[in-house]
């Protein structure tokens, strides 16, 4: 009798089946594969009992998320389970013309040089700031005072500057972390199944206990915007 192994794509499913923040922020497009990929790597390895390549979880999420791209019921079936985003209290807001600035790992000081000259001539733009174990990012106002600050830095790092960008920042109301009920995760859920649902394209995505933010090209953030705020302010 041999052992009953389980492949690495029904691992996939059953974790994904399981944690549907995952899920949706994939079908949104707002998922990065690779990063998701290394952190249910621990995971797979253990449900397989193997060692397993990042690439070929890469893979084998892709192939699922298509999969559930071409299947109409399961589309509708999320539009239906998430047709009810709406939280008291949330606000949001729309900011344009803002650069993306992605610093690697290995210059992390160019930041404070950054924040130093900002400061020194009393530039007061608003900015979010976050940082994983091998990346920060950078949004800021784009400014011609703020380019050229940002130029002087570019040539001490390899990182990348994007503009042409726009942000919107849905502020959650704070005791939604402090209950317990899975309304913060629905809410989510309902977000990002409104802008997969409407394909509009995100650049980018950060989360964090009481703030999404969104980035996109200035083309996509207007109509993004009135899309998100007729179902969650009104």
Known sequence: MFPTTTSVPQAIKE???????????LLSGIANYTALAQ???PDIEKITASKVNVGTIVVAIKRL??????????????????????????????????????FNESKFDQLSYIFDQLLEREINYSYNLFQTDKQIRLLVDDDKEVRNIVATASKKFDGRIK???????????????????????????????????SRIHVQDAFFTPNEIVLILDDKDAARAYELLRAKITK
Not at 15 to 20: D, G, T, V
Not at 181 to 188: A, E
């Open 15 to 25: 974790i994904l089946s399981s944690n549907n923040l995952y899920l949706q922020a």
């Open 39 to 41: 952190k249910i790597k």
């Open 65 to 102: 998320v298509d999969n559930l791209q071409n299947d109409e019921g399961i589309q509708n079936n999320h539009t239906v389970t998430n047709a009810h985003p709406i939280i008291e209290g949330a606000r949001m807001s729309l900011t344009g013309n803002i650069i993306d600035i992605d």
């Open 163 to 197: 503009g042409g960008l726009s942000k919107i920042t849905i502020t959650i109301p704070s005791i939604l972390n402090e209950i317990n009920n899975n309304t913060y995760y629905n809410f989510i859920s309902s977000v990002s199944n409104m802008i997969y649902n």
